[in-house]
């Protein structure tokens, strides 16, 4: 009987595909974010880099500071640069309460560039 109950628990333990694997979920889900943020991130830098950037956006823009101009950009560049190890980090080491906690601080980052590229453009 013991042989079978050992065997029974040996086998629930290989089909459970979480445990010891927290590491691998966070690079996959930091590779998975790199990929959808290529795009922007490379615009960022893009508009970060080039002196007549400013000039594509026009209307108020044009107005606004170099700096300031700059600065945003580099800001931006920055946190999409460093979302996917946020990202890996938080899937590979938190859970639950500190995983949904680390999410709103994230939407709520994405959501004060929103409104400061708003302020900006229009």
Do not use: C
């Not at 922007?40 to 508009?47: R, T, V």
């Not at 979302?83 to 709520?108: C, N, Q, T, W």
């Amino acid at each position: 009987m013991s042989t079978k109950s050992a065997q029974n628990s040996r086998d629930a333990d290989t089909l459970d595909v979480y445990t010891g694997r927290e590491g691998m979920w966070g690079l996959l889900a930091g590779v998975v974010t790199g990929v959808l943020i290529a795009l922007p991130l490379s615009a960022s830098f893009a508009f970060a880099t080039h002196p007549f950037s400013q000039r594509l956006f026009g209307g108020e823009l044009a107005d606004a500071s170099r700096g300031g101009f700059s600065a945003f950009w580099w800001l931006l560049t920055l946190l999409f640069a460093a979302l996917p190890f946020v990202v890996g980090f938080g899937v590979a080491k938190l859970h639950g309460r500190s995983l949904a906690i680390l999410a709103g601080a994230v939407a709520v980052l994405v959501i004060v560039l929103v409104v400061l590229g708003q302020l900006y453009v229009f």
